[in-house]
């Protein structure tokens, strides 16, 4: 089975410069989240989705980042104007039912904003 | 709100002896899932090993085993026989039974595992 696909793994753009950066859940699974790792931080849970539907967005940094799920399979997180400070590996995440079972995360992208 | 903490940002171990990382974690709840995941240089995320809360009895996964101590709130991972291939970012992670699917993360404990 494919696990969580997360595209593009690395990306590299000037500042002020939008970026998209897209996912696609494993089938069947009805919980997404996007998680920032840089070294100063950790892992950030960004914003997470039931069922398509956002349910905690509070740790999206500041309005320039935008999440959507527009359908089961898939779903973009959105920086615009991205800034140097965004720099990092973002992270998806799905799983099948929001009180059981583990997440199950993608590889990752890397983002570096020039 | 729940937060985890792993005091140990760096450990060490010989190949095939034994390892033991630390995490505690606050929280006043009582239902609740601990995790440890694994993250190797390809930074791709594993799980290693899960608990519920509700289970007295520790879990285990072949090498790997945790020592859950609810009252104490302690979670340690305890990797026996270790290998190169454990060498690793290891991250504790709580996820509470009444707020969905997120899980909340220390700051994670670098392996390195010397032949």
């Known amino acids: 089975d494919a696990g969580v696909i997360q595209s593009p793994r690395h990306e590299v753009t000037e500042m002020g410069q939008e970026v998209t950066l897209r996912c696609k859940p494993i089938s069947g699974h009805n919980s997404l989240f996007w998680y920032r790792q840089t070294m100063m931080r950790g892992l950030e849970l960004l914003i997470y989705f039931n069922n398509n539907v956002p349910i905690d967005d509070s740790g999206m940094p500041e309005d320039r980042f935008s999440a959507k799920m527009p359908n089961a399979s898939f779903s973009t997180l959105k920086i615009q104007p991205s800034e140097p400070r965004d720099s990092a590996v973002y992270f998806c995440?799905?799983?099948?039912?929001?009180?059981?079972?583990?997440?199950?995360f993608g590889e990752g992208s890397r983002l570096t904003v020039l | 709100a729940q937060t985890v903490t792993q005091s140990q940002p760096e450990m060490s171990v010989q190949e095939a002896e034994t390892v033991t990382l630390s995490c505690t974690y606050d929280?006043?709840?009582?239902?609740?899932?601990l995790f440890w995941y694994k993250q190797p240089p390809s930074r791709q995320m594993i799980l290693v090993i899960r608990q519920e809360a509700y289970k007295q009895q520790n879990a285990t996964e072949n090498r790997f085993s945790v020592n859950f101590q609810k009252a104490a709130k302690s979670f340690s991972l305890k990797i026996s026989d270790s290998q190169l291939g454990d060498a690793a970012m290891y991250f504790c992670?709580?996820?509470?039974?009444?707020?969905?699917?997120?899980?909340?993360f220390g700051q994670g404990t670098e392996l390195s595992v010397k032949p």
């Open positions: 992670a709580y996820r509470s039974y009444n707020q969905g699917g997120k899980l909340i």
């Open positions: 995440a799905s799983s099948r039912a929001t009180n059981t079972g583990e997440l199950f």
């Open positions: 929280t006043s709840e009582s239902d609740y899932y």
